[in-house]
């Protein structure tokens, strides 16, 4: 096996992760500048935010059926233009709107690379590594994350309002790497198999495959394709009682990572500081540099621990340690006015805590769970369900995160510190309901044959009892 070609493989097509990454990152950053620079209000902020993502529910309801009709190589290749020029587009919109529809646009691109990219990586990656090398994808959206708050932090500049558009150009040049190392790579041997072009996916794997294991991994690729084949549609799911807590646990596990406010905390960071009595926006874009580091981290420490402690043990230590730091940056903000600096300060430690709580349980859990409950027959449907999931419950909260704030604000008599800690109070909440819901319905599927969920759901065994 050559080593080198596959990793080499994998890293390019991993750009596409760190673009991910970096894309849903840099809005934070620019947040500040932006608004000062366009005049722009709280709740643009919020569309301009959402729109990304609504850009993304859209690229990854289409790239399934894109990627399967002209190949996974050719959908990420387009990706990487949609990266490219949607940088630029961000970079140059001379107004609001141009702004919106670029975000838009860029999303779209941040939905086909969170689908392609794995499914690309898994599909050229040798059996015995292909574990490590699909998380690298998952980790390199954590760097992307943290390259988007370095970049900010550098670029970030209280004399210069402008600086915004310099952050999103950066975004060009991890585009060029992507759209350039694509062009270079083959295409995947298993979708070139599905559309019968077998001496092609055997020419491609004898540059980084055993020989000997050659024909074992054609016909495995085959035995796999023909299965899914026989999956069953979206309507026929809906339509199988047994189906009903797969179906249910793919929802409310893609709620509950989301409605605890990561990504409040993501893509308003800067803000949230600055609402923390952070002086100007170098600092608070520096502030946020600090939540990058964590969540790369922990992120590496969850591959160590979700399958020594199992899914049940991580989440409810995930999700208790969110309802206590959550309820410290409550408090924090709630008392801001008595605290002063030790206040600004907590809600900075505080928030790491709740970002490394978050990395090692919900960040990973949600994605591994929508994998492990659903049967072969209906995982691609089960999968589109969990992604769509995922970015709607991310929009709803991203689009009401200010709006929450200004209603708590009013309630408090136009305090917008209590405000604040009222929303963090809210996410606490959804956490501890979270717990709850853990409890009676989250399966402990660690070491759980994929055959033996299936045939426990049709025996109308419940999640806890698996």
Same mark, same amino acid.
């Given at each position: 096996?050559?080593?080198?070609?596959?990793?080499?493989?994998?890293?390019?097509?991993?750009?596409?992760?760190?673009?991910?990454?970096?894309?849903?990152?840099?809005?934070?950053?620019?947040?500040?500048?932006?608004?000062?620079?366009?005049?722009?209000?709280?709740?643009?902020?919020?569309?301009?935010?959402?729109?990304?993502?609504?850009?993304?529910?859209?690229?990854?309801?289409?790239?399934?059926?894109?990627?399967?009709?002209?190949?996974?190589?050719?959908?990420?290749?387009?990706?990487?233009?949609?990266?490219?020029?949607?940088?630029?587009?961000?970079?140059?919109?001379?107004?609001?709107?141009?702004?919106?529809?670029?975000?838009?646009?860029?999303?779209?691109?941040?939905?086909?690379?969170?689908?392609?990219?794995?499914?690309?990586?898994?599909?050229?990656?040798?059996?015995?590594?292909?574990?490590?090398?699909?998380?690298?994808?998952?980790?390199?959206?954590?760097?992307?994350?943290?390259?988007?708050?370095?970049?900010?932090?550098?670029?970030? *500049?209280?004399?210069?309002?402008?600086?915004?558009?310099?952050?999103?150009?950066?975004?060009?040049?991890?585009?060029?790497?992507?759209?350039?190392?694509?062009?270079?790579?083959?295409?995947?041997?298993?979708?070139?198999?599905?559309?019968?072009?077998? *001496?092609?996916?055997?020419?491609?794997?004898?540059?980084?495959?055993?020989?000997?294991?050659?024909?074992?991994?054609?016909?495995?690729?085959?035995?796999?394709?023909?299965?899914?084949?026989?999956?069953?549609?979206?309507?026929?799911?809906?339509?199988?009682?047994?189906?009903?807590?797969?179906?249910?646990?793919?929802?409310?596990?893609?709620?509950?990572?989301?409605?605890?406010?990561?990504?409040?905390?993501?893509?308003?960071?800067?803000?949230?500081?600055?609402?923390?009595?952070?002086? *100007?926006?170098?600092?608070?874009?520096?502030?946020?540099?600090?939540?990058?580091?964590?969540?790369?981290?922990?992120?590496?420490?969850?591959?160590?621990?979700?399958?020594?402690?199992?899914?049940?043990?991580?989440?409810?230590?995930?999700?208790?340690?969110?309802?206590?730091?959550?309820?410290?940056?409550?408090?924090?903000?709630?008392?801001?006015?008595?605290?002063?600096?030790?206040?600004?300060?907590?809600?900075?430690?505080?928030?790491?805590?709740?970002?490394?709580?978050?990395?090692?349980?919900?960040?990973?859990?949600?994605?591994?769970?929508?994998?492990?409950?659903?049967?072969?027959?209906?995982?691609?449907?089960?999968?589109?369900?969990?992604?769509?999931?995922?970015?709607?419950?991310?929009?709803?909260?991203?689009?009401?995160?200010?709006?929450?704030?200004?209603?708590?604000?009013?309630?408090?008599?136009?305090?917008?510190?209590?405000?604040?800690?009222?929303?963090?109070?809210?996410?606490?909440?959804?956490?501890?309901?979270?717990?709850?819901?853990?409890?009676?319905?989250?399966?402990?599927?660690?070491?759980?044959?994929?055959?033996?969920?299936?045939?426990?759901?049709?025996?109308?065994?419940?999640?806890?009892?698996?």
């Amino acid at each position: 096996m050559n080593k080198n070609f596959v990793w080499f493989m994998a890293a390019i097509a991993a750009t596409g992760g760190l673009l991910f990454g970096f894309d849903t990152g840099v809005i934070s950053g620019a947040i500040p500048f932006m608004q000062a620079d366009l005049n722009i209000t709280d709740s643009q902020i919020e569309d301009i935010t959402t729109f990304a993502l609504i850009g993304a529910m859209i690229g990854a309801l289409v790239s399934g059926a894109l990627s399967d009709r002209f190949g996974r190589r050719t959908v990420i290749l387009v990706a990487a233009v949609i990266f490219l020029l949607g940088a630029l587009w961000c970079g140059m919109a001379p107004d609001v709107t141009n702004l919106m529809l670029a975000r838009i646009f860029l999303g779209v691109g941040i939905g086909i690379a969170s689908f392609s990219t794995p499914l690309y990586i898994a599909e050229i990656s040798p059996a015995r590594i292909r574990g490590t090398l699909v998380s690298m994808f998952q980790l390199l959206i954590t760097v992307g994350l943290l390259g988007a708050f370095l970049s900010d932090s550098a670029i970030a *500049d209280n004399t210069d309002n402008s600086c915004w558009r310099t952050m999103f150009y950066v975004g060009v040049v991890p585009a060029i790497i992507l759209l350039v190392g694509m062009l270079i790579l083959p295409e995947s041997p298993r979708w070139l198999l599905s559309k019968q072009r077998e *001496d092609e996916a055997r020419k491609i794997m004898r540059k980084y495959e055993d020989p000997a294991v050659i024909e074992t991994e054609v016909s495995n690729m085959k035995n796999d394709l023909q299965q899914e084949s026989n999956q069953m549609g979206l309507v026929e799911t809906f339509q199988q009682k047994w189906m009903f807590y797969p179906l249910m646990l793919a929802a409310l596990i893609m709620f509950f990572q989301q409605a605890v406010g990561i990504n409040t905390v993501i893509y308003y960071g800067p803000s949230i500081f600055q609402k923390a009595g952070f002086a *100007d926006s170098e600092a608070a874009v520096m502030a946020q540099v600090s939540v990058g580091v964590v969540n790369v981290l922990f992120t590496i420490v969850s591959l160590f621990l979700i399958d020594k402690l199992g899914r049940r043990k991580l989440f409810f230590l995930g999700m208790t340690g969110m309802v206590t730091t959550l309820l410290l940056i409550a408090l924090c903000f709630a008392n801001l006015d008595t605290m002063g600096d030790a206040g600004r300060y907590g809600i900075v430690g505080s928030m790491l805590g709740y970002i490394a709580f978050f990395a090692v349980s919900m960040g990973p859990l949600g994605w591994l769970i929508i994998t492990e409950v659903f049967p072969v027959k209906v995982r691609g449907v089960g999968s589109s369900i969990g992604s769509v999931a995922n970015w709607t419950f991310n929009s709803l909260i991203v689009w009401t995160f200010f709006k929450m704030i200004k209603g708590f604000t009013k309630f408090f008599n136009d305090n917008d510190a209590l405000g604040t800690a009222g929303v963090f109070c809210v996410f606490a909440i959804v956490a501890m309901v979270g717990i709850v819901w853990g409890y009676f319905f989250l399966p402990e599927t660690r070491g759980k044959k994929l055959e033996d969920i299936e045939a426990h759901w049709k025996n109308g065994g419940k999640p806890i009892d698996l």
